[in-house]
């Protein structure tokens, strides 16, 4: 009896013994699986991006090396769906072998990358890579003939045609008002001058028989100047006139009776140019003594005939005594209202 239970114990031991090895083999078993589960993710991962550098190469016509195979096989879009049935059909088994996936019959030729390169597959590495792409499509961008440039070119000598059109329309008609500006500013100019010329020479002569007399048989002297000979209608005129037996001074230092000669002169003088046939005056003698008065007078008594009437209105005898017919008006009380007399002056000659 004490054999059988030293051998019953025996077994246990070694029972236990292969319990503990099972454990261990059940565990490095499981973390086995998880490393191939992780490995297969990883192949899966790598895939993807390959498929995605292999369509990105087709579409945009970049030349891989290649030993075999050709980008022709690789579709537009990855068929991810038919992989993952496939994985769950498999069940278990799959799960503990590492994954296939399709590498479209293409191997590429990386003999053209150095040992360094190869190896090194860092994020870094792949910026500079990316960025050395972009550099070199930035480039071939440049080179690459713009197939719409002629297209583009036909318009723009439309415009260009159209431009020019516009353009020599509008230097003719430039050129038509400049033209035509020349033609009014010479024909304002030399009818100024005419007008001015004329007057300039009548003014003197005209001042002269306003203001002899027998103490000044020659007179005053009248003139006018220009402050701008060129385009004299764009400034003033200035007037000078000197009483007989007076220094010259400045028109605005004269007496009310001088200035009102000075004025008439210039009245008749503008007049000879383009004569009306009638003249008005409205009290003009008014600042005149008698004497300017009756020279006034004469004036008009000499230059008026059946061509040039002169209608003076004034309050001085010396004046209107030398007219040839008298108009006056007057209140009627009577009849609250205005009446006109006239008196002929001719049958007192």
Same mark, same amino acid.
């Given at each position: 009896m004490a054999g059988v239970q030293e051998e019953f114990d025996e077994k246990t031991r070694a029972l236990d013994e292969v319990k503990k090895v099972v454990a261990r083999t059940a565990k490095a078993s499981e973390k086995t699986m998880k490393d191939i589960t992780l490995m297969n993710d990883e192949i899966e991962k790598a895939a993807s991006e390959r498929f995605s550098i292999y369509r990105k190469c087709k579409l945009e016509e970049i030349a891989l090396p290649v030993i075999r195979g050709n980008l022709n096989k690789v579709?537009?879009?990855?068929?991810?769906?038919?992989?993952?049935?496939?994985?769950? &059909?498999?069940?278990?088994?799959?799960?503990?072998?590492? #994954?296939?996936?399709?590498?479209?019959?293409?191997?590429?030729?990386?003999?053209?990358?150095?040992? &360094?390169?190869?190896?090194?597959?860092?994020?870094?590495?792949?910026?500079?890579?990316?960025?050395?792409?972009?550099?070199?499509?930035?480039?071939?961008?440049?080179?690459?003939?713009?197939?719409?440039?002629?297209?583009?070119?036909?318009?723009?000598?439309? #415009?260009?045609?159209?431009?020019?059109?516009?353009?020599?329309?509008?230097?003719?008609?430039?050129?038509?008002a400049r033209e035509e500006f020349n033609r009014v500013r #010479?024909?304002?100019?030399?009818?100024?001058?005419?007008?001015?010329?004329?007057?300039?020479?009548?003014?003197?002569?005209?001042?002269?028989?306003?203001?002899?007399?027998?103490?000044?048989?020659?007179?005053?002297?009248?003139?006018? =100047?220009?402050?701008?000979?060129?385009?004299?209608?764009?400034?003033?005129?200035?007037?000078?006139?000197?009483?007989?037996?007076?220094?010259?001074?400045?028109?605005?230092?004269? =007496?009310?009776?001088?200035?009102?000669?000075?004025?008439?002169?210039?009245?008749?003088?503008?007049? =000879?140019?383009?004569?009306?046939?009638?003249?008005?005056? &409205?009290?003009?003698d008014a600042a005149l003594d008698n004497t300017n008065v009756a020279k006034v007078a004469k004036y008009i008594q000499s230059q008026a005939s059946d061509e040039f009437q002169f209608i003076v209105i004034s309050l001085k005898c010396s004046l209107y005594e030398k007219s040839d017919s008298l108009i006056g008006v007057h209140r009627d009380q009577d009849v609250n209202s205005s009446r006109i007399l006239t008196l002929d002056l001719k049958q007192y000659d």
């Open positions: 579709p537009m879009e990855e068929n991810l769906r038919d992989e993952m049935a496939m994985d769950v &059909d498999e069940g278990e088994d799959a799960t503990q072998r590492p #994954k296939q996936v399709q590498d479209y019959g293409i191997e590429i030729d990386f003999e053209t990358l150095d040992e &360094d390169d190869r190896e090194n597959g860092t994020p870094e590495m792949a910026a500079e890579l990316d960025k050395e792409i972009t550099k070199i499509q930035a480039e071939i961008e440049k080179m690459a003939p713009n197939m719409k440039a002629l297209e583009k070119l036909d318009d723009v000598e439309a #415009k260009l045609a159209a431009t020019d059109k516009e353009a020599d329309k509008a230097r003719k008609q430039s050129k038509d #010479k024909e304002r100019c030399d009818r100024f001058n005419k007008a001015f010329t004329h007057i300039s020479e009548r003014i003197d002569k005209v001042y002269k028989d306003l203001t002899k007399g027998k103490h000044s048989p020659m007179g005053g002297v009248a003139y006018l =100047s220009l402050e701008d000979s060129e385009e004299p209608y764009l400034s003033g005129i200035k007037y000078h006139a000197m009483p007989p037996m007076k220094r010259f001074r400045d028109m605005e230092q004269l =007496s009310g009776g001088e200035k009102t000669v000075a004025a008439l002169a210039l009245l008749f003088a503008i007049h =000879s140019y383009q004569p009306s046939p009638f003249f008005v005056l &409205d009290e003009v």
